[in-house]
């Protein structure tokens, strides 16, 4: 039995970044999986996992923490399954990836869409999120949101290897998706969820690989639809 | 009958960071090559390529130049030699690090060594190297020498996603080298050669970790003196 929680806003809209990274490995993996939608300020919910954050999995009597550590978990658990990483040279370069992801690409976007994330969250979770993001920038959102139009330019200059290599080839992974596929999707799948505003140019390779992987999966990512059409189906 | 081009400067002294990636790729095959030094400015020695740059690596009939062009023949025209890539994702990833380190790394570094540079070659093919950098920076040398203690700052915060990889195994390969870690080493390599500078702290990950690069292939790297080295080698 597999079980992941990851976060869970208004109208049950699945933001995080993280776990979008987590459920594609999943579907990767061919596991059936149940999810749990968890608020950003409920911390009674994940209280089993022994710290605060998701996504959490829990595989029988497994509890793993942390998206990098699930996807490493999933590779040893279930060797039998199609490979996230292709081997050891593929594990230690996606690590490598992982870590670039978040410490390059994650915060550049941030300031571009946070005013988006907060409507997309209830109005604690707004106030959690805001303090945790004030924190980690250490400015005031309304100072990160004057921001936006360099925080978009840059975002779009640091996808710059990215876009090369995938100008040679159609998934990170080479002819098939891997886990840096995945990394990378949960960026762009947070920015479609949490925010109508346009975040690639139309001809970038980056946004024709983002279609690509949108469709791995049976269409695992097109099911929770792009932020208009959530605010249209709610006014309907 | 492999022979590999690669830049060289006064005292024979071989700094160029592209063609070291070359040479340990051609050693990590398991190969016997011929080296032929270039002087900068001699396009006339190189001009059978149709091109002006090093590394080029002739194979029997084969010209290929760039080093990432390079890595790729030899891992398909030796593929029962150890692998560089480890297999379809590791190649794809291989190529997205060597994009990035051709455009996050070696140019933070630069401003930082550049005038090291230039003394390690002769007085013509310094003028040349000197019209490449301000051309490419667009700015003086003088402009770029005032910036070294923020360029070696940028170049250390930029490397954080490979030290954390490397706190964590002994090589970007895994348990055993690949071409990522022979990108990486061209770049300190370089740095090593052309200067006494001080680049990496001695307690950084990365800084054992170039300590275990040169000591691979027979200790290739370090057959290459360090400028301090080769300064009194040449007083003596």
Redesign the interface.
């Known amino acids: 039995m597999l079980e992941l929680w990851e976060l869970g806003g208004r109208r049950d809209c699945r933001f995080s970044t993280f776990s979008w990274r987590s459920r594609l490995a999943l579907h990767h993996k061919r596991l059936a999986f149940v999810v749990h939608p968890v608020a950003v300020s409920d911390k009674a919910a994940i209280a089993f996992s022994g710290q605060g954050k998701v996504p959490i999995l829990r595989h029988d009597d497994h509890v793993v923490t942390d998206s990098w550590a699930i996807a490493r978990y999933l590779e040893r658990a279930f060797p039998d399954a199609p ?1 996230l ?13 992982n ?2 992801a978040d ?2 690409l994650v915060p550049a976007i941030v300031p571009y869409l946070m005013r988006d994330v907060l409507d997309c969250v209830e109005e604690a979770d707004a106030r959690h999120l805001r303090g945790q993001i004030e924190g980690f920038f250490k400015k005031s959102l309304e100072e990160l949101a004057g921001e936006r139009g360099k925080a978009l330019e840059q975002f779009r200059r640091r996808l ?3 876009r ?2 995938l100008e ?2 159609r ?6 998706p ?1 886990y ?1 596929d995945h990394i990378l999707f949960g960026v762009l799948q947070w920015a479609r969820v949490v925010s109508s505003a346009t975040v690639l140019e139309p001809n970038d390779a980056v946004a024709a690989w983002f279609e690509r992987v949108l469709d791995l999966y049976d269409s695992e990512g097109r099911k929770e639809l792009p932020r208009a059409a959530r605010m249209q189906e709610a006014a309907a």
Chains 1, 2 share one sequence.
């Open positions: 490979s990483f292709g081997g050891p040279v593929g594990e230690s370069l996606t690590h490598f990836f870590l670039w410490r390059e710059q290897p990215v090369k290599t040679q080839r998934f990170l992974g080479g002819d098939a891997a840096a």
